[in-house]
C-alpha cells in the first residue's frame, strides 16, 4: 500500500499542532503581527487525526496494490486560514504584499 496525504494541519477536535512549517508559520506572523496576502490561492488542509486513523484502518486490510490518496477535497482560502489563526490572537495583523512580508521576514528578530 502507499498512502500519499496532501496538506496534513492540526489535529480536528483539539486543534494541537505539530512543530511543522504551517505551525510555525502561523507563530512567525503572530510575532511580527503582519502576514502575506495570498490573494485567491486556496489550500486543502487534512485534520492528522483523520489520516492517522485512516492510515492504520488501511493498513489491516489485505489489499496492498493500492495506493491511497489522502486529501482534503473541501478547499479554503489561504487568506481564511489566516485570519481564523489571527482572529485567536490578541491584535490584528498588518497584512502585505508577499514579497513585502518577506523582506520584513528577513529583518525580524524572530527569524
Sequence with gaps: MIYRPGL??????????ANDWLAR??????AMKLRPEFGASQT?????????????NKSLEKNTKVIYHLA??????VNTVFEMFES????AWKVAA?????????KSEYN
Design 88 to 91: 485567536f490572537s490578541e491584535c
Design 25 to 30: 508559520l502561523l507563530r512567525q506572523c503572530a
Design 44 to 56: 486543502d488542509l487534512t485534520p492528522v487525526n483523520y489520516v492517522s486513523k485512516y492510515i492504520v
Design 72 to 77: 482534503n477535497q473541501s478547499h479554503v482560502p
Design 98 to 106: 508577499f514579497h513585502e512580508w518577506q523582506e520584513e521576514l528577513k
Design 8 to 17: 496534513v494541519a492540526c489535529h480536528g477536535t483539539s486543534g494541537d499542532f
